[in-house]
């Protein structure tokens, strides 16, 4: 096998931009509102085309169904049925819907989807740019829907600052929005399940005002919770040409941060893929014998699990994703 690379799945939003095409290199018309780039998925909503290679052409579900076993390792085991992650690139040129997402059992139920934890790496903000990050302390219920009844929500959103480099976890429950002048890479569990309940009184691309679900995230919202740092804080590990930060372990995902000066060198033991997505600086991948495959900001990069060894070479940053 080799180093796969996807065709983006782009998705327009009436808070799109043009920063995909101007940050990223992303091949979309500066005129259409893109808000995301849905870079690796296998979902309903979505599903991603393979762009190298032999297998160019290929759908993931296709490449699942029948290289599985090649590919993910002993991983297909997690996802004969359906692929766990889903990952993107969000322009946010404007502020998207104030919004939660179900847990798995509750999605499963009522969706027949997986729910949705996500992660959210900051690739660029405008200064000043800030995301709602859940409630204010001792919000209840009772708060929340008197909210929605008065059509504000000033005194029960937690709002904070946020710039490039930052990391934010969301768990399933968490209310939530991303803020205007804030580009994103996003990892998240492989569910497109949002229940917005405050869109800012405004209409969709349709002109009609987009739909609230506002029984159901009251369903889904967990009010017992309140993070103390949203920012996900962690320790730098100085290694052999590069730094790396272990910022979020969870049951669906782990992601670090590779700052690499010189190269980064791993070694797949065919128990698991791995993804990597360039959020700055440019490289080359050597693996095999003498394969070379560049990659550069704005891509994103499956690396399968019977690749064995391979080296990235170059200066930049790169989020690393294992399950």
């Known amino acids: 096998m080799y180093s796969i690379k996807f065709e983006p799945v782009f998705k327009e939003k009436v808070w799109g931009g043009n920063k995909l095409a101007k940050y990223l290199s992303k091949d979309v018309s500066m005129d259409v509102k893109v808000g995301e780039s849905w870079e690796i998925a296998c979902h309903r909503e979505g599903t991603s085309k393979i762009r190298n290679g032999e297998y160019k052409g290929l759908t993931l579900e296709e490449l699942i169904k029948h290289y599985g076993d090649i590919v993910f390792g002993k991983s297909i085991e997690k996802i004969t049925d ?61 708060d929340f829907i008197k909210a929605i009844e008065n059509n504000d929500f000033d005194e029960i959103l937690r709002e904070i600052e946020v710039k490039k480099g930052d990391v934010v976890f969301i768990p399933a429950g968490t209310i939530h929005a991303i803020g205007k002048g804030i580009l994103i890479a996003e990892i998240q569990q492989s569910s497109d399940i949002t229940y917005r309940v405050y869109d800012w009184n405004r209409v969709g691309l349709d002109g009609k005002p987009r739909e609230l679900h506002i029984e159901k995230a009251l369903d889904v919202i967990n009010f017992d919770e309140y993070i103390e740092k949203p920012k996900v804080e962690s320790t730098i590990l100085h290694k052999d040409g590069y730094k790396k930060v272990n910022y979020v372990s969870c049951k669906y995902f782990n992601i670090e941060i590779l700052d690499v000066d010189k190269h980064y060198k791993n070694n797949m033991n065919e128990e698991e893929f791995e993804i990597y997505l360039c959020v700055d600086g440019e490289f080359n991948i050597e693996y095999g014998r003498a394969n070379l495959e560049s990659f550069k900001k704005g891509e994103t990069i499956l690396m399968p699990a019977n690749i064995g060894d391979f080296i990235i070479k170059g200066k930049g940053r790169i989020i690393r994703v294992y399950l």
């Open 82 to 142: 359906r692929f766990p992650l889903l990952i993107k690139f969000i322009d946010a040129n404007d502020k998207l819907s104030v919004q939660v997402h179900p847990d798995d059992e509750y999605a499963m139920k009522f969706e027949d989807d997986f729910g949705k934890t996500e992660m959210w790496y900051i690739v660029d903000a405008e200064p000043g740019a800030k995301l709602v990050y859940g409630l204010k302390k001792g919000i209840t219920k009772e």
